[in-house]
DNA sequence: CGATCGGTTGAGTTCCCTCAAGTTAGGTGG
DNA sequence: CCACCTAACTTGAGGGAACTCAACCGATCG
């Protein structure tokens, strides 16, 4: 009814099923740590399912390299994906006992397992759980004044802007940089999984990019690759500035 | 710009700090567990600020009793209502060395405040920020799919919804209870908090809180306090069922 | 070379926002 | 006790940003 064109309606067939789970914010491109508690470590093809929304919730996944994205599903098909991770994510970590989201690949991936228990006493690790758990907490937190309070524009804008490291934070390196003002990025995800990831459907994604385009504040090389001709200019779309 | 009527411009003369922090999610009233560590215990007014988004995180909060918001604002002043606060929660863990919210009181409020280093050891404690932290998590995602993929109309009832304590969740107890499918509550925020936490303005809330009335499906008994008349329909337009 | 998949573009509509003018409920003081 | 004031909320009219539906485009692949 009020739903934007649903994800089951892209994807027929698909059995859902429901409730539990996290996710994240981290910087490098491998990272082992889990390691050290005895993980099993488990390889996935791009757009494969980790666990499913509903599945039980007792093992930890630590994202030692690759890309993956939480979503949660409405009952009509709307989806939302509710973080996209990255390396040193931790996620799977339930506050019931089962999943509350579904786990899903973005790129090949590597995640390490561990079971619940066989780290429930060590406080290294809870530590490590807790900074990493607070850090996904502020993501959600701008994730959150994106979604309710950022125009299509401004959500793009903050999409990229979160793909260029050093930029945009607190302290942003500034348009030094030796060769301009510019960045080369890689998406890794669909018009699609861009726009559920914004709020927003995937005709307004497009329109949005072309409209970059027309300014020239960008280049799309590939449909998942753009480089960034104003990386400053980008910035300030954000709604942040 | 794109923006919707600020919060500076409501509030005008407001200096606002800025970046780093937390949420929850949570049962009893009045809920004593930080006190164990030698927290110091403080009291708040209805609307007084806890800290500022940009305060330096040093030390963590719980709430004991009543009702805090985090939120953040943009440049602009347009303000997101990230999470609401139940007694039980704990808040304040930064990501990095600030606060990245803004909390504030809604009622009335005991706050036990303990400092960072002083719990960072106990790995009881560590275990409770972990569950905690993971709960908040689950009701963040949940927030995303509101903000993201309902209308103004799912996003009011899911709101309403939430004040049920055992209704609308994963095992909902059904309209059975003595004396029909009826419930008091109690709102404990404004029109516009409600507007800023559902990511619609004021007027939306009014609105569509005037058409579930037309509906039968409330009564307005006072401007905080709302009598759900059909607690089963008012979960129909959640956008869950 | 047609088929398929992902993306773009256009036309029309709708939901929610903006602006502006009421209305109601409390509180205060004459 | 009533007139007045303010703050919070409601209601209306109009407009615009993003949605829906539908056609089209371009690249990749058997």
Redesign the interface.
Known sequence: ????MAYLDRNPGIDIA??????G?AVADEVPSLAAFGAKTSHFKPHEVVYYEGDPADRIFELAKGSVM?F?L???G???V??VLRPGDIFG????KEQ??TAETLTDAKVNVVDMNHI??S?DF??Q???C??????V??????L?????A??RVASFLMHLVPDRGG?ECAGPSETGGDTRQLKLFMTRQEIA?Y??LTIETVSRVISEMKRRGLITVERNDEIRLNKVCAMCQLT???
């Open positions: 009814m009020e739903g934007r429901q409730r539990t789970a996290v996710f914010t939480l949660k409405l009952p009509d709307r989806r939302q509710v973080e970590i339930p506050a019931g509350n989201c429930a006493g406080p809870q530590r759980i807790t900074r758990l607070a850090a996904q907490m502020q959600l937190h701008e994730h959150a004044v979604l309710g309070r950022k125009s524009m401004e607190t559920d914004l709020g709604g942040k500035h």
